[in-house]
């Protein structure tokens, strides 16, 4: 099984992005239950998880909360009706991703890279999960919508997990990496 190394945000960050998310959502009627928000690091093919803690937890030690630049939405092409707001591939945000996915190379997990040409980006609505999908037009206005809206800003990551891929939020998380504090 695929598991995910996600960087969650912050409790003021996360509200401010979910009612851009929110507000897609609702106008297309897509979930139930809103996916969580996150930015994807990276995937680990069945990893032995006391390991993968140990490992990643000494990578962590050092960082402490960091922010990360929001920027506007970004769409992928037709066949994922995937619409999604861009985070700026810079400063602590890639680094911490490539060192620990370079890191959990070394130790022979089997990593697979979060998507370069994508870039990092946090999800605000796709085909997973939804109840229904977006026809064509839908998904060209609400990728217009999303870069109508201008969203720029500063939000901030305080932890890292580690997510099992399934509908069932008490059972995705499987271990929290929390940062440390200013």
């Known amino acids: 099984m695929k598991y995910y190394l996600v960087a969650l945000f912050d409790k003021d960050s996360y509200s401010y ?50 922010k990360v ?18 985070v700026e591939n810079k ?3 890639i680094r911490l991703a490539r060192q620990i996915n370079e890191t959990l190379k070394l130790y022979k997990f089997d990593v697979k890279e979060n998507g370069n040409d994508w870039g990092l980006h946090t999800v605000l609505a796709n085909t997973n999960y939804s ?23 500063m939000a901030r990551i305080d932890r890292i997990a580690l997510w099992k891929p399934i509908n ?9 990496f929390p940062l ?3």
Not at 69 to 86: D, G, H, P, R, T
Request: proline residues 4%.
């Open 91 to 93: 400063g602590y945000v």
């Open 17 to 66: 992005i979910e009612h851009i998310q929110r507000n897609i959502c609702r106008k297309y009627r897509l979930y139930k239950n809103i996916p969580p928000l996150h930015i994807t690091l990276g995937a680990v093919e069945n990893p032995d998880i006391e390991k993968f803690t140990k490992i990643v937890s000494d990578i962590l030690k050092p960082y402490k909360k960091f």
């Open 180 to 182: 440390r504090d200013f």
């Open 131 to 153: 109840i229904k999908e977006l026809t064509s037009k839908e998904y060209v206005s609400a990728c217009n919508n999303g870069k109508k809206d201008e969203t720029y800003k």
């Open 168 to 176: 069932n939020r008490k059972e995705t998380l499987i271990k929290n």
């Open 69 to 86: 630049k929001v920027n506007e939405a970004i769409c992928f092409n037709q066949s994922y009706k995937s619409v999604n707001l861009k």
